[in-house]
């Protein structure tokens, strides 16, 4: 259903939550691991507002979290520790 929904906030936000859940991470760990407050974060993740490239861009470079995967849900190139867990 995720990949159905492509880049809408909602199955960006659920791909996010996911992997952080995956990591062991809260939302304010998470964020400030890639260089963003929780205020900034959690609505991407609740899908409230759609996922920034900005912030896209730091989940990449902090997670190996390619732009495919959070904006279209392919897993492809993903980290293993995480494309086993999905």
């Known amino acids: 259903m995720l990949e159905e929904m492509e880049d809408q906030p909602e199955a960006v936000g659920a791909r996010l939550r996911r992997v952080r859940k995956i990591l062991g991470l809260n939302k304010r760990q998470f964020a400030e691991h890639a260089g963003m407050t929780e205020q900034t974060y959690g ?16 989940l990449r470079k902090t997670y190996e979290l390619t732009l495919e995967f959070m904006y279209f849900g392919k897993i492809d190139d993903l980290p293993h520790r995480i494309t086993k867990e999905l």
């Open 43 to 58: 609505p991407f993740e609740n899908g409230k507002r759609p996922l920034s490239l900005e912030a896209a861009k730091k």
